[in-house]
Structure formats: C-alpha cells, structure tokens
C-alpha cells in the first residue's frame, strides 16, 4: 500500500502554511514512500488542525534493528522504581514547567494572549537563547551567521524522545541515557509514551522586506487500541477512541501554557530579534499512537517542525523447548495435536500469545523486536506478519523467520516436532492470506493493570533423536526366524509385548529419515513416551530398556539368550537384554541397535560343598539333560579332588557323610543340584618290631683273697648269678656271713643300668603308640 497524506491534509496544510511548507511537508511525505502504514488526518474546524480518521497518510517503516535487550519481555514496562514516580500527566506537566527551566537554563515568564488571542513576541527586547545546554550557543552563532534569506524560512529544531519515567538528559547539544534524538518520521516506543521534546531558534534576518512571522502549534491527535474486558483488542479500528495529547508552550523563555489542548497562535518579529520555541508532550495510557506537526511562516515562506509520528513497538520470541514437557504443561496428551496459540480466538486480538510458559529453553529464543504497529485512529494498516515468506515485500525492511527455518532449527539431540504459532487460514504464511490483520500478525494486547502487552511468545516443539531397534531370532541352524514376539520394558513398566521379529537387518536410517518419520501421520507412539512404531519398525527415545523374548519353543531343555560376542560365553549370556539408547549429542551415535536372541539348552548348577555348607567348594554350569562331562560347555569340568589329612576323598553325594547318590562327571543333571565330598579314614600302618637292646657282657674282677690267719674249715660259698641274667633274684645263703666280699657292690650297679635302659626302651615305645593313635 502506498505510503500518502491525504488531500484533507494537504488542504490544511495550505490553510496556514505557503507553498514551501507545503512542499516540505510533501517532501517529508515522501521520504516515508513505499510502506505500509497510514496516518489518519481531517479537515480544519474554525481554524484549527485535527487529525481525523477521514484521511490517510503512510509512514516509513525501517529494518529492525538487533535486539539489544537481554529480554525484551519486560522491556516496555517501567519498572518498579519507574512507577512509583509518576504522576498525572496535567501535574507532571505543570510540574515540568518549573524544572525543565533549570534542566534547559530557560527563564519563565508567563505571557497573555492578546485581544485575537494571539501571543505577540514581536517586541521581546534582548532576547538570549534559553535552553544552551540542547540548541548551544555556538550552533545558534553559526546559523545566525550564515543566515541571508527569509526563503526558505531558516531555523533549526531538535526533536527528542525520553523514555516513560526517566530523566531528560541532553547535555551540549546531544542526548544521553535515556534520551534519543528524534531522527525518523515514524518512531517507536516500548512499553508506555514517555517525553516528546521540540526545540525550534529561528534566526534573526536583518533586511528590507522581512516582516513578523507567525506560529501555529497544535495538540498532537493520538489514539489506542480497543480494548476487551479481558485485555484483548477489537480488530476494528473505526472503534478506537480518537484522543490529544495536551503540550506545554515556551517561547523565548516565556511559558504560554503547560497543558494545552487546542491551537496557540503566535507572533514573532525576524527582522527585530531571534526566536526560541520549546514544545514539550508527556504520554500516558491513553497515548499509544500519535501523529502531528507545527507550523511556522513569514509571507511565503513555511515550514513544518516536529512532523513525526510514534507508534508502539512490538516484537515476539520463537522458543525452542522439549516437546513432551511443553504438552505436561499445556495438559495435553502425547498424541495430540499442538493447537496454535490464539485458536478459538479469531474475532479478536488476544491476549494468550504474551503469556510466556515456565519452560526451559533447548537453546537461545530467537528474537524479533522493534517491529511498528498500529490499527487504530491515528494509524492503519500498520501491521506485519509474524514470520516471513517467499515473495514477502518486509523481507528486508523487518528480519523475521520463515517457518522452514524454525523447524530446521539445529538443537543437539533433538528433531522437530510440532509448534503453537498462529497462522492465517491454510495454515501456511504467503502473500495472499496475510493482506488482512489477525493474530498471526505482530501487536500488543493489555494485561489487567491496563499496561501495554507487546511481546508475544511461541513454542517450537522438539523430541529427542530415536534410535532403530532391530530384534531378531535365530533357530539352532543359524537361520533368522521373523514374526516371534517380544516385550519390551521402561524399568518395571511395560511399554509392548505385541512387537515381532525382523526378517533382516534394515540400513540404519538417516536424521531426516527419522525427522519424517515421527511426525508422519501413520506413525503410532509407544506407551510411557518410550517412542515410536512406524509399520513393523521400532524407535526407541533416549533411556534405558529391557527387552524380553516371548517366541514360543517346543523343547523344554532349550531357553533364548542374548547372542554373545563370542560362543564360547554363551553359559554367561543373559535371557533379557539390557538396551541403553543414548542421547544422540553428536553425529557418532548410531541411530540403530541390533538384539538377537539365539536358543541355548538351558543351564543348571551344580554346587560343590566340601564340609563348610557356607561356602562352595566349586560351582559348575551344565546343559540340562547332559552331563559335566559330555555337555557342550567346554570350559566347565569337574572339580579338582579335595583333600583332607588322614583320610582318602571318596567322591561327590547328593546328602551328606556319603549318603545319597554319588555324582561323577558323567552323572546326567536335570535342574540345579547341590553335592557333597566324602571322605574314608585312614588305618594306622603296623609299627615294625625292634630289635631287642644288646646287654654287653660285664666281666667280674676277682679280688686277690686276704691273707688270714688259719682257721677252722668253712662250707665253700655258691657260685654268684650270671651277669646275662639280671632278672634272677640273687640267691642268699642260708647262713649269711659276717663279712661279705667286696665284688657284691658292683654287681648292684650293673643290674641297676639294665632295668633302667628297659624302662627307657618302654616310655619310647609308648610315646610311638600314642602318636599313631591321635593320627
């Protein structure tokens, strides 16, 4: 749509204004050509500018600029601090009047309108400039020296913006802080209309011919959405309220007025003196968008200052977020369908998109900002779509996404699944169903304190990466058997015992492979979010799984067991497999897992016991229906003998103490079976007989006889015993003699020595017994 100000206008312009401010104002215009937007403006009524909705004009719109805000949710709103000083805007004005005098070095001194109600300047003597810190004393000094003409009509003006709440701040002639210089024709604001300042010098024309000029200041025509009960906006905007925003008027350091509503005249003399004008407008609630100018002339010569309009800015942010946690928080159900935000909410602007959910982001929100609107009575038409398309005339002029770019999005881990953005009918964004404003445009809405709303939430869904998960079965001839259940469990849960066997071993698919198939229509979810069947193939999410054979088999001897890496650990293979799907953080994670369950015979235990019950002595594997020995388990055996001192290992039993059925290596095992050692003691080995202790034969000294005197004849004596026979009793003569010889005493000892080497030989002996007995 063609930017354009309206004939009405034009005829008001040139109501007040010569042919030059027309054709400023008309350049103005035309600087804006091109864009979208209109102003509404209307005839004069007893002099007087009003903007009306009869008449259109279209702004300039600009390329969004990057968003600089951390969160520019909460951007527009004035803080905490910011609200608790505000104030009316008639007492903020009137209060403004006062201090911007100190702020600007401008002097007060009010003034009366004369008897046309006009306010004459034209005889100001020593007129000094009174706001040098905004136009400065050397910027006037330069202009009023290069200044020759009257035609055009020579002046400068400064336009500035303040935020709502915050201080003026320009210092040397350049704004600051919170302050920006007015530098477009449509301008736009976040959150609330702050402070519009105009600061005008017109320089003084000493010649023949330059007459007094005159002034014509006006209230700016202002207007705001339609608002709903609820804080959503009517779409018709022939219903919106038509406002003025009231301003405060100084010229020459004189205050004419600090809450005007109507047109101020005013008179001022070029050839004589210079002039210096200072509008200001405070916004409030009622002030969403305005649009305005004044007007300055001498004889054919005019100008337009402070021809620009402010329309609020409004942006939106496209989150990426989990699609499962996004439905727990909408109450919906995994299987249903995401509808977008506004649904059911077609007849209004609503207020649900400036919600923003408690979720976490996957990755950084894509931000759009700055964005221009207006649908009331001071702007139309001034609205974008919320994403871009091909063949979109914005394309440049307001960066946005396409909705291929927000599904393309690269979040680790994650595909695309869905999104809540609202969209015209046909659900797609082109050029022919967006030429009319609804909710999938940009705009603001109000939330119940009446303050503007302009940041509108979206959610782009996204599910984790699935992996394949291929089951097979293969018979005891090596061959793959397809169509044999399984189950599969989430820990303790089932997810589906319904699943069957795969023929073969499919390619693992490809992200885009996947990222087709979770979102096809035929594909069906898992219970407990687990994943995804599409047609006899199964996707499992991210987490930990057990799967579980269910395939029939006609010999009870045989069980399914995971396939091992290597036969031979087989005895080891476990009956369910443990299945961890991985999150899919790089592109190294396979987006398949393979399980295949192979027939093994089943395999008891047979547990070795030796004395201690509390530990097993051994513990051997054994196929059911065969032995230790003839299975086909080669690396089980039979245990090694045990051992025991003083006894002979007798074998394995069923019972203990041998009691039972003896167990051997070829005995056959049917089920888990506990067997016990047996042991044979040992008899002592007969003790060999000892030679008997030679006794050497002792001669006996025989002692020369004394020498006696002679005497009667005795009785010779007997023989004394043998030496070899200790144990004979001495034999003692009937009639013992008086003095027996000497030779008797060292028999005594001999026979002493030979009963103590027999008592010897005896405790040996007895010490040999004993020893053999404990053993």
């Not at 004393?137 to 020759?148: D, I, P, R, Y």
């Not at 016991?609 to 080669?634: H, N, W």
């Not at 089980?636 to 290596?665: A, I, L, R, V």
């Amino acid at each position: 749509m063609q930017n354009d100000i309206s004939a009405k206008s034009r005829d008001l312009a040139q109501s007040h204004a010569s042919k030059q401010s027309q054709e400023i104002i008309r350049k103005q215009k035309s600087d804006s050509e091109g864009h979208e937007s209109n102003f509404d403006n209307a005839d004069s009524s007893s002099g007087e500018t009003r903007l009306t909705p009869s008449s259109d004009y279209s702004g300039s719109a600009v390329d969004n600029k990057a968003d600089k805000r951390n969160d520019p949710t909460d951007a527009g709103k004035p803080k905490n601090d910011e609200v608790s000083t505000q104030k009316s805007v008639k007492a903020t004005k009137d209060d403004r009047a006062s201090a911007d005098s100190t702020n600007n070095g401008e002097k007060q001194s009010e003034v009366k309108p004369d008897k046309d109600g006009i306010y004459d300047f034209s005889n100001d003597k020593n007129v000094t400039n009174p706001f040098p810190n905004v136009i400065t004393q050397a910027e006037v000094n330069e202009f009023q020296k290069k200044t020759k003409s009257v035609s055009p009509l020579p002046f400068i003006q400064k336009n500035f913006y303040t935020s709502y709440g915050k201080n003026f701040s320009v210092k040397n002639g350049q704004a600051f802080g919170d302050t920006k210089s007015i530098d477009e024709i449509i301008n736009t604001y976040s959150g609330r209309l702050g402070r519009i300042d105009i600061f005008i010098f017109v320089p003084r024309v000493d010649k023949e011919g330059v007459y007094t000029g005159d002034g014509q200041f006006y209230p700016y025509n202002s207007s705001r959405e339609l608002k709903n009960s609820d804080g959503s906006v009517n779409f018709d905007r022939d219903k919106a309220p038509d406002e003025k925003l009231s301003y405060k008027l100084e010229v020459n350091g004189r205050l004419i007025g600090s809450n005007i509503a109507d047109k101020t005249n005013i008179k001022f003399q070029m050839r004589k003196n210079q002039t210096f004008i200072h509008v200001v407008m405070e916004g409030s609630a009622d002030n969403e968008a305005i649009f305005g100018y004044e007007g300055l002339n001498h004889e054919q010569s005019s100008g337009a200052p402070g021809y620009f309009a402010f329309v609020p800015e409004c942006g939106a942010q496209f989150h990426f977020v989990d699609d499962l946690k996004y439905r727990k928080t909408m109450n919906l159900s995994a299987s249903d369908n995401i509808p977008q935000r506004s649904a059911s909410e077609t007849d209004k602007f609503s207020t649900k998109p400036f919600i923003k959910l408690d979720l976490s982001d996957l990755s950084d929100a894509k931000n759009i900002s700055e964005v221009r609107f207006g649908n009331n009575q001071v702007v139309r038409n001034m609205y974008t779509p919320l994403l871009s398309y091909e063949g979109d005339p914005k394309k440049d002029s307001i960066k946005r996404p396409t909705m291929e770019e927000l599904k393309n999005a690269n979040i680790s881990g994650y595909l695309y699944y869905s999104n809540d953005i609202d969209t015209p009918n046909g659900g797609k964004f082109t050029k022919d169903n967006t030429e009319n404003f609804g909710n999938y445009d940009y705009g603001i809405a109000r939330d119940k304190d009446d303050n503007q709303l302009t940041v509108k939430h979206y959610y782009v869904t996204f599910r984790p990466i699935p992996t394949q998960l291929v089951v097979r079965y293969k018979d005891l001839q090596n061959n793959i058997e397809s169509g044999k259940k399984y189950a599969i469990y989430s820990g303790n849960t089932l997810v589906s015992d319904t699943l069957t066997s795969s023929s073969n071993t499919p390619t693992a698919p490809t992200k885009a492979e996947l990222q087709t198939m979770i979102t096809n229509s035929n594909t069906t979810l898992l219970s407990e979010a687990a994943g995804y069947i599409s047609g006899n193939d199964v996707y499992l999410a991210p987490g930990n799984y057990i799967v579980k054979p269910k395939a029939a088999i006609d010999d009870e001897n045989y069980e399914w067991v995971v396939e091992p890496k290597n036969s031979e650990d087989i005895v080891d293979a476990p009956t369910d497999a443990n299945v961890n799907i991985a999150v899919h953080s790089t592109d190294n994670v396979s987006t398949q897992q393979v399980v295949t369950f192979i027939l093994r015979k089943k395999i008891a235990t047979v547990t070795f016991f030796d004395g201690d019950d509390s530990k097993p002595y051994a513990t051997v594997a054994v196929q059911k229906g065969s032995s230790i020995d003839g299975d086909e388990l080669k690396n089980q055996s039979m245990p090694k003998d045990p051992t025991k001192p003083g006894f002979t290992f007798n074998g394995w039993f069923t019972e203990k103490d041998g009691k039972g059925t003896k167990f051997t290596g070829n005995t056959t095992v049917r089920g888990n079976i506990s067997v016990h050692s047996s042991y044979i003691s040992n008899l002592p080995a007969p003790e060999p007989e000892q030679e008997p202790v030679p006794v050497p034969e002792l001669q006996i000294p025989v002692s020369p006889d004394p020498i006696l005197p002679p005497a009667e004849a005795e009785p010779e004596p007997a023989p004394a015993p043998a030496p070899s026979q200790p144990e004979q009793p001495e034999q003692q003569p009937k009639h013992a003699a008086k003095h027996l010889p000497k030779t008797g005493s060292t028999a005594t000892t001999i026979l002493a020595s030979a009963i103590a080497s027999l008592f010897s030989g005896l405790v040996v002996l007895e010490a040999d017994l004993r020893h053999l007995h404990e053993n």
